[in-house]
């Protein structure tokens, strides 16, 4: 969040000194690099974008525009959102999600991210979004999940198949309305024909 990645002037070479000096006391000190998780961003802007809006499109300072909604944070989380939630850091190995320990927890989470992934679609309709729109927009956002950097990249893929499943899952389920069965099956066919 600090604009122009070309930004010439004096506070941006301070800024990007600090940053090397402090890289090449780590690395005399025997200790890793600094790693910055890349997906971190102004923690207040990012929990506005999250919690405070239910569909928003985002211009940000570069890239193109792109869609916001909470349903990414609490519905379509990527095992690194995970382990972030539980308190591991970015370095940490997935496959500790798969342990005896946390398998409650992220089953809990998973039934969680289900129901919120409901209540947003029923949202969604209350607000006076058809069938269409609201396939239209779980389009887009499944569109959207792609690119960026290796990790974020990999997060999204796995943002993909999640929305995927999700929506396979609402539409098998016998305990939702009937119109959330034909919105997912439509969702499910129009997702097909994205690249």
């Known amino acids: 969040m600090r604009g122009p990645i070309f930004d010439r002037s004096m506070s941006s070479f301070s800024r990007n000194f600090r940053y090397g000096m402090m890289q090449i006391r780590s690395l005399m000190s025997g200790r890793n690099m600094v790693r910055r998780?890349?997906?971190?961003?102004?923690a207040e802007a990012k929990e506005a974008l999250k919690k405070g809006f239910t569909l928003i499109r985002v211009k940000p300072g570069h890239g193109n525009e792109f869609l916001g909604s909470r349903m990414i944070p609490n519905s379509l989380m990527a095992s690194r959102d995970l382990l972030l939630e539980f308190g591991y850091p970015l370095s940490?190995?997935?496959s500790v999600l798969r342990s005896k320990e946390l398998a409650p927890r992220v089953e809990s989470r998973m039934e969680q991210a289900y129901t919120s992934f409901i209540d947003e679609l029923n949202l969604w309709a209350r607000l006076g979004y058809s069938r269409d729109e609201i396939t239209a927009l779980l389009t887009r956002i499944y569109r959207e999940q792609t690119g960026g950097?290796?990790?974020?990249?990999?997060?999204?893929?796995?943002?993909?198949?999640?929305?995927?499943?999700?929506?396979?899952?609402?539409?098998?389920?016998?305990?939702?309305?009937?119109g959330l069965h034909q919105l997912a099956?439509?969702?499910l066919s129009a997702l097909k024909r994205v690249v």
């Open 37 to 42: 998780d890349p997906r971190e961003q102004d």
């Open 92 to 94: 940490a190995d997935i």
């Open 149 to 178: 950097g290796p990790l974020v990249e990999k997060d999204r893929k796995e943002r993909r198949k999640r929305l995927k499943d999700l929506l396979t899952r609402v539409k098998n389920d016998n305990q939702v309305p009937g």
């Open 185 to 187: 099956e439509s969702t």
